[in-house]
């Protein structure tokens, strides 16, 4: 086996290890208390439910707490977790700028950036 072959095969049994990890103790998994901000998404193709919830410190202007329900796959849930695990403290703006740039980048507008690769 190549060398190549085996840093791709790491790297899929790495990937693998994160999302299996993140779907089976999600560390965000609930509902925030209290309830600043909600937000529920469907995908009617596969039928993965997530309703997000946020805490905002005082100001508003703040992300203190990210948690998630829902039902899906494993790679569904396991993102919502990953995801709020990048955006508890972050301000709001710069967490709309990283949603808007996710979305470009969902439609091969934008690259992954590379502080965020690990």
Do not use: W
């Not at 693998?16 to 089976?24: S, T």
């Amino acid at each position: 086996m190549t060398t190549a072959i085996m840093a791709l095969s790491n790297v899929r049994d790495l990937y693998q290890q994160v999302i299996l990890e993140h779907y089976k103790k999600p560390r965000h998994k609930g509902k925030t208390n209290p309830v600043h901000r909600q937000q529920r998404g469907h995908n009617p193709s596969c039928g993965d439910t997530i309703e997000l919830t946020l805490k905002l410190n005082d100001a508003g202007d703040t992300i203190e707490d990210v948690k998630f329900e829902g039902e899906g796959c494993a790679i569904a849930m396991a993102s919502a977790d990953l995801m709020a695990d990048v955006l508890r403290g972050k301000q709001v703006t710069e967490a709309l700028s990283m949603v808007q740039r996710f979305q470009n980048m969902m439609k091969g507008e934008d690259e992954f950036p590379k502080e965020l690769r690990k």
